[in-house]
Each structure stands twice: as structure tokens, then as C-alpha cells.
T-cell receptor
Framework: ELKVEQNPLFLSMQEGKNYTIYCNYS?????LYWYRQDPGKSLESLFV?????AVKQEGRLMASLDTKARLSTLHITAAVHDLSATYFC???????????FGTGTRLQVFP | ETGVTQTPRHLVMGMTNKKSLKCEQH?????MYWYKQSAKKPLELMFV???????ENNSVPSRFSPECPNSSHLFLHLHTLQPEDSALYLC??????????????FGQGTRLTVV
């Protein structure tokens, strides 16, 4: 059964700094997703990573996937307050379409 | 607006009540999901319907009863709930089999409080 772990669970960072959120998964996953959730809101899709070495960037966020290491990273460059949210990664069990989520990383960016 | 609509947005119910959560998707997807999000816990997959057949039931107590009358609608019927069932219930939909179009879209959620 696929298990997905994220770290850190909570991240408080100053504006302008860089940081990386890590997502490890236990077995083969067809693909890896990153979602953002604002307080009281639903999950918003950020990235879909489909193959080993995939890298996607949107603004100050960049996601990558290493299927051999079973690791995905979400890198934040020069953080701004608007990035404050909870970020989830999710994998998909091989040959199924069940999304299995990590615990989430609560990101807080302060001035 | 993601194309997945959940109602109601908020629900307060007593432990002896019966209520239903509704989810509707306008994306032409053929799989729908119920997730539970509690404080300090990961998102928990509860049920999966694929092509209107239930394909996943993750040891969810029988006081939660899903129904998928067609590929666009999903219900979660609730009865004799416990206070620990208070949580945000999220509905999602996706296209299966997947490939590049497997992105799941989420509804806004129903915030359920059991008193």
C-alpha cells in the first residue's frame, strides 16, 4: 500500500528566503501531485509530475520528481506572504487511480 | 471554481440526526471520491467510485453510507454520527484510467460539526 510522507509538517519562513518541502513515497507511484490549500478552502492543484526527472515551475514554486529515490520536492524561491498556505503532495498507487495524500506542510511566511 | 460543487458548505447535526452531503461535478469525469480532513490528521480517503461502481471503502464505519447514482453526482449519507466525525469532508473527481489527465479536482468541502 502506498504511503506518502511530507516534511516538514510546519514551516515558518521570512519573506525573501528559499526553502524546500520534501515528499517521500513508499512504493511505485504513477505520478505525483502537489496541491495548495488555503485556510477554510478546498485544495487547488499546483503541479502534476508524470515522469522521472520532471520539473515544473510556476512563479516562485518549482516541483521536481525523482522516481528512483521516490522523492518529490517543492522548492520555494524568495518567499512572499501570499504563499502562506498548506501544501500537500499526493501519489497514485500503481495501476489504480487512488490519490494518497501526505500529511501536508503548513507554510507561514512572515515579513 | 473547480467544476466540483459540494452542498451544504456547513452542517451542524446532532448524533441522532440523519443528513446527506451532496457533490456534483461538471467536468465529465468518471471517478469520484470522498475524503475526510480532520485537524492534525492527513487527508483520509473514504470512498472511491469509478464508473459508478464503488471500488474502494477504506474501513469506514457504516454510519457513513455513500451513493453514486450517476457519474456526475455523489452523496454521503450520515446517520448516528459521533463527535469525532466532525471534520471537513471533501469531494473530488477525476478521469480514469489516467495518464496525463488524471488530475483530481476538489470541491469546496462541507464543514461538519457533530454535537
Amino acid at each position: 500500500e502506498l504511503k506518502v510522507e511530507q516534511n516538514p509538517l510546519f514551516l515558518s519562513m521570512q519573506e525573501g528566503k528559499n526553502y524546500t518541502i520534501y515528499c517521500n513515497y513508499s512504493t511505485t507511484s504513477d505520478r505525483l501531485y502537489w496541491y495548495r490549500q488555503d485556510p477554510g478552502k478546498s485544495l487547488e492543484s499546483l503541479f502534476v509530475l508524470l515522469s522521472n526527472g520532471a520539473v515544473k515551475q510556476e512563479g516562485r514554486l518549482m516541483a521536481s520528481l525523482d522516481t528512483k529515490a521516490r522523492l518529490s520536492t517543492l522548492h520555494i524561491t524568495a518567499a512572499v506572504h501570499d504563499l502562506s498556505a498548506t501544501y500537500f503532495c499526493a501519489g497514485v498507487s500503481y495501476n489504480t487511480d487512488k490519490l494518497i495524500f501526505g500529511t501536508g506542510t503548513r507554510l507561514q511566511v512572515f515579513p | 471554481e473547480t467544476g466540483v460543487t459540494q452542498t451544504p458548505r456547513h452542517l451542524v447535526m446532532g448524533m441522532t440526526n440523519k443528513k446527506s452531503l451532496k457533490c456534483e461535478q461538471h467536468l465529465g469525469h468518471n471517478a469520484m471520491y470522498w475524503y475526510k480532513q480532520s485537524a492534525k490528521k492527513p487527508l483520509e480517503l473514504m470512498f472511491v467510485y469509478s464508473l459508478e461502481e464503488r471500488v474502494e471503502n477504506n474501513s469506514v464505519p457504516s454510519r457513513f453510507s455513500p451513493e453514486c447514482p450517476n457519474s456526475s453526482h455523489l452523496f454521503l449519507h450520515l446517520h448516528t454520527l459521533q463527535p469525532e466525525d466532525s471534520a471537513l469532508y471533501l469531494c473530488a473527481s477525476s478521469q480514469v484510467p489516467g495518464g496525463v489527465n488524471t488530475e483530481a479536482f476538489f470541491g469546496q468541502g462541507t464543514r461538519l460539526t457533530v454535537v
